[in-house]
């Protein structure tokens, strides 16, 4: 046994001992399905055939019912003649055999032979001259005519020193039932209770620790089948997380088939019934899947909770109906969720809820099923289960033959690969776009298709959509109005060169009543206007008041974070991103994820946290691959380099700065990070020249576009810093003072780092006092990174001034701002900053070329810019192999021995790069 029942034992033999001294009681032992209780009987049997006390040993006869012999006249009879021992403690039987072995016709044995068997087995019994000890298994299925002669030989005895044990099947009613029936007997009819086992018993018997003992239980119910499979597996010293673990092994699995088994057939069916249905499901549809009446499930039901499987009829862990449908033949799996969504369909169940079972069952023929299947699918993507979606649209694309629904289908599929698997969804585009130029696509499905076009560069693509769509504006819905808005502002901001083709006045306004995509593209567009800052930071706060995310809302909330971190809300965009960020992580959408992660890494880098910066970039870059950004790569990969680049590990930077792009990346004002990244990394090599042109592309894209970049995009003042980089403080202080007077001069933010530039360009007094000017205000907005390079400058000055005690104090706390941003090599970053003013430099003067050839020239001008080899090769029409012989030639003569060096001596020149 695997708990002795000790205690249930030793009352067995207390009653035993009653028996010997003439109570004559009568007991029932109860308890759930496989709880212990044959294996108590056998224990008590064994025992009570022992010799012991005064007087002779008693009488043992043992049976068992079985509810497939239950119709099988005198069984159990036979059962207790052949069970009561090999000592001749009978007497002759022969007479009751021979009454045994007469031909009997079929139904129940006639009235004569049940009175004559009952007399003989009476007098074999009372012959015996010993205590009568009974034990009944399952006495619940005891055929008739073996209860028959029992009970009469029992009443008939009227000797106390008998004890009649029965167990209950566990599969019957109630023991109740059966103890009424044992009554007729004796008065007295005593329960012995095999009940599910509680944690403190749990604890103590296996020597687990409480928290493990309670997760065992909670799992199992206390059965004990269950739980010594369980202790079997979970090995030493386990932790309450190894339970979950110990359910899917192969002992486990055999308890639960041997519980299952002794279950019955009925109750086995009913459990993988509800195995197949989702948790909660109506009693009735249970019922239904499971071919029996409401009254007759809810008895399994019962049943099946009493042995610890159930808890308020639904599985107590989920690894038993994943068990239980992994031992079920994949043919009946595969019927049980036919039939499933049959049965949930014709109740009125929600399409999702109906088409998950079809994609179970491998579909079905069923005429509404292909509607269904597309609406499940237009659900499960909208409502944030884009992996759903695509499970639901392959089954339809298998089942059906028309060819617009298959278009609308894979329209549908694009847009929910989009959120699940980005690559697939770029695979998959191009035969979408091809079926809606030739209208298969309604306006809808069409229009659905211009985001994921806008993702990955394809602007001319969405535009013909959009025309197309246009076209026929006096047919469109109401939706369908909303969707053409959304999508012309979506191209209007994302790729501003578009406007001039769309006509300003076409998405000056919409339908009213506009949805949440309409929104999120508005408030892209107000961020980026320049006259309307304090309209897109009300709308963002407005945006992220909202519920929980989903396919309409994603795009809201990542507009109203870039809303907030242009604005400098950084503590609110920070607090909005990570719930948003963990909801969607939570929920494993890829592209949600990778989305928000690119933004919280922003959000680190603005707010001076550079390694929490460099975590979530790195974050988004892994669960979304490279190939599957699109465009918007800049953002992850641009917030990666600068942080990296800001922390000092400018090596790392080497592996990054030449990746690949998408050509569209330059019609988009996404490129600002890119643009940004590469000029700060060139900027902190010593590729000066480099630096200002991508900073100057910035300026001339920005007017070109008519958008308004943020602080932290400041070109002007990334241009002062490669100025002053350049020996050049002139034409750095012109750039910071066009810049301020751009700003108007009220925005704290971008003012603190202008004067620290300002101060840098300075001399004498005015350095120092125009130091300690930005270090206040830096204080002031909390920008510490800014401040800890400001504090170097300022020091820089008060050692200068002569003031060296004031200058050190002022250098650590320098430093120490500057490690509690992540930043790495100190000195060298800080030291970066500062600039020794002297003669003004000539713009354009280059350091010698080093007997560099013409080709070679050009081709160390774009390795220096971070071109790739096969970029080198494609801008100047030669091979690849050509390239990399150039830079062979070239590392030599310039005594460089990397293409990260080359920047350091080697600045870009003009060839031809812009």
């Given at each position: 046994m695997f708990v002795a029942h000790e205690d249930q034992l030793e009352r067995l033999t207390n009653l035993l001992e009653q028996a010997r001294q003439g109570a004559g009681p009568v007991a029932v032992v109860a308890g759930p399905v496989g709880s212990g209780k044959s294996t108590l009987l056998r224990a008590f049997?064994?025992?009570?055939?022992?010799?012991?006390?005064?007087?002779?040993?008693?009488?043992?006869?043992?049976?068992?019912?079985?509810?497939?012999?239950?119709?099988?006249?005198?069984?159990?009879?036979?059962?207790?003649?052949?069970?009561?021992?090999?000592?001749?403690?009978?007497?002759?039987?022969?007479?009751?055999?021979?009454?045994?072995?007469?031909?009997?016709?079929?139904?129940?044995?006639?009235?004569?032979?049940?009175?004559?068997?009952?007399?003989?087995?009476?007098?074999?019994?009372?012959?015996?001259?010993?205590?009568?000890?009974?034990?009944?298994?399952?006495?619940?299925?005891?055929?008739?005519?073996?209860?028959?002669?029992?009970?009469?030989?029992?009443?008939?005895?009227?000797?106390?020193?008998?004890?009649?044990?029965?167990?209950?099947?566990?599969?019957?009613?109630?023991?109740?039932?059966?103890?009424?029936?044992?009554?007729?007997?004796?008065?007295?009819?005593?329960?012995?209770?095999?009940?599910?086992?509680?944690?403190?018993?749990?604890?103590?018997?296996?020597?687990?620790?409480?928290?493990?003992?309670?997760?065992?239980?909670?799992?199992?119910?206390?059965?004990?089948?269950?739980?010594?499979?369980?202790?079997?597996?979970?090995?030493?010293?386990?932790?309450?997380?190894?339970?979950?673990?110990?359910?899917?092994?192969?002992?486990?699995?055999?308890?639960?088939?041997?519980?299952?088994?002794?279950?019955?057939?009925?109750?086995?069916?009913?459990?993988?019934?509800?195995?197949?249905?989702?948790?909660?499901?109506?009693?009735?549809?249970?019922?239904?899947?499971?071919?029996?009446?409401?009254?007759?499930?809810?008895?399994?039901?019962?049943?099946?909770?009493?042995?610890?499987?159930?808890?308020?009829?639904?599985?107590?862990?989920?690894?038993?109906?994943?068990?239980?449908?992994?031992?079920?033949?994949?043919?009946?799996?595969?019927?049980?969720?036919?039939?499933?969504?049959?049965?949930?369909?014709?109740?009125?169940?929600?399409?999702?809820?109906?088409?998950?079972?079809?994609?179970?069952?491998?579909?079905?023929?069923?005429?509404?099923?292909?509607?269904?299947?597309?609406?499940?699918?237009?659900?499960?993507?909208?409502?944030?289960?884009?992996?759903?979606?695509?499970?639901?649209?392959?089954?339809?694309?298998?089942?059906?033959?028309?060819?617009?629904?298959?278009?609308?289908?894979?329209?549908?599929?694009?847009?929910?690969?989009?959120?699940?698997?980005?690559?697939?969804?770029?695979?998959?585009?191009?035969?979408?776009?091809?079926?809606?130029?030739?209208?298969?696509?309604?306006?809808?499905?069409?229009l659905s298709l211009v985001s994921p076009m806008l993702w990955f560069g394809h602007f001319e693509d969405a535009f013909d959509a959009i025309q197309r769509v246009a076209a026929q504006q006096d047919r469109l819905t109401h939706t369908e109005r909303s969707l053409l808005y959304a999508s012309r502002l979506w191209l209007s901001a994302l790729y501003p060169a578009a406007m001039r083709e769309l006509g300003r006045q076409e998405v000056a306004s919409g339908p009213a009543g506009a949805d949440s995509q309409v929104e999120a593209a508005l408030l892209l567009a107000l961020v980026l206007c320049p006259e309307s800052p304090a309209g897109a930071e009300m709308a963002a706060e407005r945006a992220l008041r909202r519920g929980t995310l989903d396919e309409r809302t994603v795009m809201l909330c990542v507009s109203a974070l870039v809303a907030l971190i242009h604005q400098g809300r950084l503590d609110l965009a920070r607090t909005s991103c990570d719930r948003l960020a963990a909801e969607a992580a939570r929920r494993g959408i890829p592209m949600w994820h990778g989305l928000l992660a690119a933004l919280r890494a922003e959000i680190a880098l603005y707010g001076g946290e550079l390694d929490d910066a460099v975590r979530f970039a790195r974050t988004a870059l892994e669960v979304v691959p490279a190939e599957a950004w699109g465009v918007r790569i800049a953002v992850p990969l641009g917030i990666l380099v600068q942080a990296l680049v800001a922390r000092g590990d400018y090596e790392e930077v080497d592996a990054l700065i030449g990746a690949e792009v998408p050509d569209a990346l330059f019609q988009s004002p996404i490129a600002f990070y890119h643009l940004q990244a590469r000029g700060r990394y060139l900027l902190a090599v010593g590729g000066h020249r480099a630096a200002l042109k991508e900073f100057q592309l910035m300026g001339e894209l920005a007017a070109q576009w008519g958008v308004a970049l943020p602080g932290h995009m400041a070109w002007r003042l990334d241009m002062a810093r490669a100025h002053l980089a350049a020996g050049q403080p002139m034409r750095a202080r012109e750039l910071v003072y066009a810049e301020l007077g751009r700003a108007g001069g009220d925005d704290d933010r971008g003012r603190g780092p202008a004067l620290r530039l300002l101060a840098a360009a300075a001399d004498g007094e005015s350095r120092l006092e125009l130091y300690q000017q930005a270090c206040e205000v830096l204080r002031a907005t909390g920008t510490r990174l800014e401040l800890a390079h400001a504090l170097a400058g300022l020091a820089d000055a008060q050692r200068a001034a002569g003031d060296a005690a004031a200058a050190a104090v002022t250098l650590a706390e320098s430093h120490r701002l500057a490690r509690a941003c992540g930043v790495r090599d100190v000195e060298r970053v800080l030291s970066a900053g500062l600039t020794a003013l002297g003669p003004e430099a000539e713009e354009g003067t280059e350091p010698a070329a080093a007997g560099l050839s013409e080709a070679e020239h050009r081709v160390a001008a774009l390795a220096a810019a971070g071109f790739s080899n096969r970029r080198i090769a494609s801008r100047l029409f030669i091979t690849v192999s050509t390239v990399e012989q150039h830079l062979t030639r070239i590392y030599r003569k310039l005594g460089v021995t990397r293409r990260g060096e080359l920047t350091t001596v080697y600045p870009l020149v003009d060839a031809g790069i812009g």
């Open positions: 049997a064994e025992r009570a055939a022992e010799p012991g006390g005064e007087g002779p040993a008693p009488l043992v006869m043992t049976g068992s019912g079985d509810p497939h012999e239950r119709s099988v006249p005198f069984g159990v009879l036979r059962q207790l003649l052949h069970g009561s021992g090999t000592d001749g403690g009978l007497g002759d039987d022969q007479e009751l055999l021979r009454l045994l072995r007469e031909p009997m016709p079929a139904g129940a044995p006639p009235e004569r032979l049940l009175h004559e068997a009952a007399l003989a087995f009476t007098a074999l019994v009372t012959g015996s001259g010993r205590p009568l000890v009974v034990v009944l298994d399952d006495a619940r299925f005891v055929d008739g005519p073996s209860w028959h002669c029992l009970t009469a030989a029992l009443r008939r005895v009227r000797r106390p020193r008998t004890l009649l044990l029965a167990a209950d099947s566990g599969q019957g009613a109630h023991p109740d039932a059966l103890r009424r029936s044992l009554r007729s007997l004796e008065s007295q009819c005593h329960t012995v209770d095999l009940s599910l086992l509680p944690v403190e018993t749990v604890a103590e018997r296996l020597g687990l620790a409480r928290a493990v003992a309670a997760e065992a239980v909670a799992a199992t119910g206390g059965h004990p089948l269950l739980l010594e499979a369980l202790s079997t597996e979970l090995g030493a010293a386990p932790e309450p997380d190894d339970v979950s673990r110990a359910m899917t092994g192969d002992g486990f699995r055999r308890a639960l088939t041997a519980l299952l088994r002794r279950c019955g057939e009925t109750t086995a069916g009913v459990l993988r019934a509800l195995a197949t249905l989702e948790p909660g499901a109506r009693p009735a549809v249970l019922a239904e899947l499971a071919g029996l009446d409401e009254l007759t499930c809810a008895w399994h039901l019962r049943l099946a909770e009493s042995a610890g499987l159930l808890r308020n009829a639904d599985f107590r862990h989920p690894a038993v109906p994943r068990l239980l449908l992994g031992e079920t033949a994949p043919e009946e799996r595969r019927r049980l969720h036919a039939r499933a969504a049959q049965v949930l369909h014709a109740d009125g169940a929600p399409p999702r809820a109906v088409a998950r079972h079809l994609v179970e069952a491998g579909g079905t023929d069923d005429p509404w099923a292909l509607p269904l299947l597309h609406e499940a699918a237009e659900r499960a993507t909208a409502e944030g289960a884009p992996q759903e979606a695509v499970d639901y649209v392959r089954l339809l694309g298998r089942s059906s033959s028309d060819e617009r629904q298959l278009a609308a289908a894979s329209a549908l599929r694009v847009r929910a690969e989009w959120q699940a698997d980005p690559v697939q969804a770029l695979r998959h585009l191009p035969e979408v776009v091809h079926a809606s130029r030739e209208g298969r696509l309604s306006a809808r499905d069409t």
